[in-house]
């Protein structure tokens, strides 16, 4: 299924009246306050964030799955999944594989389909966390990491393949998630773990093509609970920067342990240019993989302020960051809460756009709390929709992105197209 632009120009048209005085009035109360309201605009019209070929279908817990049906089962209807997202929001160019789920059997062909729906390849991600069918060693006991030169070299091998894969698309990152560690105390020697993770690492790094870089992911706890060998970012840094300039570190919301600063995590990254790339996403205990912004929309705002900072930052030595969501969706329909989660990053990007940067070095440099606080609260309290509304239609995309996949019936379609009963392949 594909949506046509002048299907969007015609839902659109009613819209746009009643868009436009609610645009007026804030326009005006920004410039006013001395915010340059087309440029922000502008910024939020270009903002675009990845989506993961496995959040394109219900996920599930443990305890079960619920898959509501017209699930993407190829890598081509994945592709069409984003593109529908794209088509609606205009604010999902791209899409993020996953091998080996996301193998393309003919890249040259995957690409013009990709192409089409105005699609790039973000950042390819690996997979040592589970044993395949065809594998000769067993990831149960660590991949990168083991203690086993064999289990370690098919790991490599494993990595090496997937940034053959993104070569062949024209993607320009390897992210690599470790879920390796130990459960039991005694189960790992802590060093060596590390050094061989280092040394695993370093292999691939040297067949990294030049413009490449390589996204070091940090998780604190699971599957492995006792201990990760790369737990944190310190740890990711510490690797990154062994590995040299083109290793970055990859910040995963959920992967903090529960009231972690994330936003300060993010600052001092930036700050020594070593942060690549972010998953988002939202919890309340860890790794919930919830909508984005739908449980702590304040901090994921205090962390635009950050990245927003970083990013303007004339002498930023970091470079441009890889943007992906990493949700996986229990109960509601994949494509529907994707498009939350994009409007709630493009919100916060759009808040943090508005903070007042002077007026809040000037309240630092003073001690004014109060006034900081006032500032940041400022920015964050104000209603920046019109702003977002104002980039879709900028942008050709839907006033209302969800309001249109639901008069479209797109679920309905795809199940029609797909079945009720297929499944996305992935996590
Ligand atoms: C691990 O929890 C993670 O966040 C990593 O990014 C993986 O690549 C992704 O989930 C999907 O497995
Ligand atoms: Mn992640």
């Given at each position: 299924?594909?949506?046509?632009?002048?299907?969007?120009?015609?839902?659109?048209?009613?819209?746009?009246?009643?868009?436009?005085?609610?645009?007026?009035?804030?326009?005006?109360?920004?410039?006013?306050?001395?915010?340059?309201?087309?440029?922000?605009?502008?910024?939020?019209?270009?903002?675009?964030?990845?989506?993961?070929?496995?959040?394109?279908?219900?996920?599930?817990?443990?305890?079960?799955?619920?898959?509501?049906?017209?699930?993407?089962?190829?890598?081509?209807?994945?592709?069409?999944?984003?593109?529908?997202?794209?088509?609606?929001?205009?604010?999902?160019?791209?899409?993020?594989?996953?091998?080996?789920?996301?193998?393309?059997?003919?890249?040259?062909?995957?690409?013009?389909?990709?192409?089409?729906?105005?699609?790039?390849?973000?950042?390819?991600?690996?997979?040592?966390?589970?044993?395949?069918?065809?594998?000769?060693?067993?990831?149960?006991?660590?991949?990168?990491?083991?203690?086993?030169?064999?289990?370690?070299?098919?790991?490599?091998?494993?990595?090496?393949?997937?940034?053959?894969?993104?070569?062949?698309?024209?993607?320009?990152?390897?992210?690599?998630?470790?879920?390796?560690?130990?459960?039991?105390?005694?189960?790992?020697?802590?060093?060596?773990?590390?050094?061989?993770?280092?040394?695993?690492?370093?292999?691939?790094?040297?067949?990294?093509?030049?413009?490449?870089?390589?996204l070091v992911e940090y998780k604190p706890f699971e599957p492995n609970f006792y201990s990760m060998v790369?737990?944190?970012?310190?740890?990711?840094?510490?690797?990154?920067?062994?590995?040299?300039?083109?290793?970055?570190?990859?910040?995963?919301?959920?992967?903090?342990?529960?009231?972690?600063?994330?936003?300060?995590?993010?600052?001092?990254?930036?700050?020594?240019?070593?942060?690549?790339?972010?998953?988002?996403?939202?919890?309340?205990?860890?790794?919930?993989?919830?909508?984005?912004?739908?449980?702590?929309?304040?901090?994921?705002?205090?962390?635009?302020?950050?990245?927003?900072?970083?990013?303007?930052?004339?002498?930023?030595?970091?470079?441009?960051?890889?943007?992906?969501?990493?949700?996986?969706?229990?109960?509601?329909?994949?494509?529907?809460?994707?498009?939350?989660?994009?409007?709630?990053?493009?919100?916060?990007?759009?808040?943090?756009?508005?903070?007042?940067?002077?007026?809040?070095?000037?309240?630092?440099?003073?001690?004014?709390?109060?006034?900081?606080?006032?500032?940041?609260?400022?920015?964050?309290?104000?209603?920046?929709?019109?702003?977002?509304?104002?980039?879709?239609?900028?942008?050709?995309?839907?006033?209302?992105?969800?309001?249109?996949y639901r008069e479209l019936k797109v679920r309905e379609e795809l199940v029609k197209e797909r079945g009720?009963?297929?499944?996305?392949?992935?996590?």
């Amino acid at each position: 299924m594909r949506v046509e632009k002048s299907v969007i120009q015609e839902y659109n048209n009613p819209l746009q009246n009643q868009q436009q005085k609610k645009f007026e009035f804030l326009a005006e109360e920004l410039e006013n306050a001395g915010k340059n309201v087309e440029q922000i605009v502008q910024k939020l019209a270009d903002f675009q964030v990845a989506i993961p070929s496995w959040a394109l279908g219900t996920g599930g817990t443990r305890f079960g799955r619920f898959p509501g049906g017209g699930e993407p089962g190829s890598l081509e209807e994945k592709i069409a999944d984003v593109g529908l997202l794209h088509a609606l929001n205009r604010s999902s160019g791209a899409i993020s594989l996953h091998i080996p789920w996301d193998i393309p059997g003919n890249a040259n062909a995957v690409k013009a389909l990709a192409d089409s729906y105005d699609l790039k390849f973000d950042a390819v991600n690996s997979n040592t966390f589970q044993d395949q069918k065809d594998q000769e060693n067993s990831y149960k006991f660590g991949s990168l990491c083991h203690a086993d030169k064999a289990v370690r070299q098919e790991a490599i091998d494993h990595n090496i393949e997937v940034i053959k894969y993104g070569k062949a698309l024209g993607s320009e990152a390897l992210t690599v998630w470790l879920a390796d560690g130990s459960s039991f105390p005694g189960q790992n020697n802590f060093k060596q773990v590390f050094q061989n993770t280092l040394h695993s690492l370093q292999e691939i790094y040297q067949e990294l093509p030049d413009h490449w870089k390589v996204l070091v992911e940090y998780k604190p706890f699971e599957p492995n609970f006792y201990s990760m060998v790369i737990p944190d970012w310190g740890t990711s840094h510490m690797l990154a920067s062994k590995l040299g300039e083109k290793a970055l570190c990859l910040v995963d919301l959920g992967h903090h342990l529960p009231n972690t600063n994330i936003e300060q995590i993010v600052a001092i990254l930036m700050m020594e240019g070593k942060l690549g790339g972010f998953h988002f996403n939202d919890s309340k205990f860890a790794d919930d993989d919830l909508t984005v912004g739908c449980i702590k929309p304040y901090q994921l705002f205090l962390i635009f302020k950050e990245l927003v900072e970083g990013m303007e930052d004339p002498n930023s030595i970091n470079p441009p960051l890889a943007w992906m969501i990493d949700a996986s969706h229990n109960l509601k329909d994949p494509l529907e809460d994707l498009l939350q989660s994009v409007e709630a990053i493009k919100i916060a990007y759009a808040q943090a756009l508005l903070v007042d940067k002077e007026e809040l070095a000037i309240a630092q440099q003073e001690n004014d709390v109060v006034k900081a606080q006032e500032i940041l609260q400022n920015a964050y309290r104000t209603d920046v929709r019109p702003l977002l509304t104002a980039s879709r239609i900028q942008a050709g995309a839907a006033i209302d992105p969800v309001g249109l996949y639901r008069e479209l019936k797109v679920r309905e379609e795809l199940v029609k197209e797909r079945g009720s009963f297929s499944m996305a392949t992935g996590l």
